[in-house]
């Protein structure tokens, strides 16, 4: 899905939690929340913070020339496990 976003110029970031298996897709953009739990892709529940401080570096890597597959690792010392 994000290829075919993409194909229409609209730019588009991944936050993923499996690297693995992302980067066998080889995503435009992409970011990954080091530490983060599965089911906790922008943080924990009602964690504002933490939640805010990930969508903006997803925000941040549209600004950024990627290649395509790299999936930068991001960390949020906010996020407690």
């Given amino acids: 899905m994000q290829r075919g976003i993409e194909a229409q110029g609209i730019p588009t970031t991944l936050i993923t939690l499996d690297v693995e ?10 970011i990954h929340p080091k530490g983060f739990e599965f089911g906790h892709s922008l943080g924990k529940p009602h964690d504002k913070q933490t939640q805010r401080k990930v969508l903006e570096a997803a925000l941040f890597e549209l600004l950024e ?8 690792e991001v960390d949020f010392p906010s996020y407690n496990k």
Avoid: D, T, W, Y
Avoid at 21 to 30: E, K
């Fill in 65 to 72: 020339k990627q290649e395509p597959g790299h999936i930068h």
């Fill in 21 to 30: 298996q992302s980067s066998l897709m080889r995503p435009p953009r992409a």
